[in-house]
């Protein structure tokens, strides 16, 4: 499978390339791929003009472009620039129960949280949309082997507020409680923390009612929005 637009999105990026930057993001990201060097805001400009004029006959054309372009990569902002074509707004009637491999195949060979948590953004905006299709993905998702997709699973509705289906985060973070990654500590703690903000009386509450087995990572993450009256 190769890509049509991989080629001038990596002119685009070598043009811009910073050898010493690229090192530097490399050791800082524990990398085994390389960098060009290039900033998010410039990658993203890259990928936006690479991308503009590229038109897809349905959503699987763009399913098999995104695919390309996150195989084909060379260095890791080609595959920050395959998630921006993946997040793309023009193609977000694509984002539905049919795309689910595609994004699950990029957390699984991602494999690091600057992939995992970008895609479970999008995840989580597929769970909007689709609640009935992804509830029951997602509750999968809490159990399995992979930790990434676990991770994912947990921290999809970050960004839900009042709209978070507290069932389904309390259900994805149950299996995990006993978990011992640092990833997975982190991400329970995310997901309580960020509900806080909506409801810190209810995140008091579960992390009183399990504070036997929520980590101390994860209770101080979650209790970091919560008043220490409510503690």
Not at 92 to 110: D, K, L, Y
Not at 193 to 208: F, L
Request: charged share 30%.
């Amino acid at each position: 499978m190769s890509s049509r637009l991989l080629p001038r999105l990596r002119a685009s990026l070598e043009a811009q390339a910073d050898p010493a930057r690229a090192l530097g993001m490399q050791a800082y990201m524990k990398s085994t791929m390389p960098y060009h060097g290039v900033r998010m805001p410039q990658v993203r400009a890259a990928a936006m003009s690479a991308f503009a004029k590229a038109e897809f006959k349905n959503c699987e054309e763009w399913r098999r472009e995104v695919l390309a372009i996150w195989r084909g990569a060379k260095f890791r902002e080609e595959r920050y620039a395959a998630m921006v074509l993946a997040g793309d707004r023009r193609h977000a009637g694509c984002r539905a129960a049919e795309s689910v491999p595609m994004f699950e195949e990029m957390i699984v060979t991602g494999a690091w949280w600057d992939h995992v948590d970008e895609v479970a953004h999008l995840i989580g905006d597929m769970l909007r949309a689709h609640q009935h299709e992804l509830r029951p993905v997602m509750r999968s998702w809490s159990t399995d082997a992979n930790m990434w997709k676990r991770r994912v699973a947990i921290i999809c509705q970050i960004s839900f507020k009042e709209r978070t289906d507290l069932r389904l985060l309390y259900a994805n973070i149950e299996p995990n409680l006993a978990d011992r990654e640092f990833f997975i500590r982190k991400a329970i703690g995310w997901a309580l923390r960020s509900y806080a903000w909506t409801d810190p009386a209810e995140v008091a509450r579960y992390v009183r009612e399990n504070e036997s087995r929520l980590s101390g990572l994860s209770r101080r993450e979650a209790l970091k929005n919560v008043p220490a009256g409510m503690r």
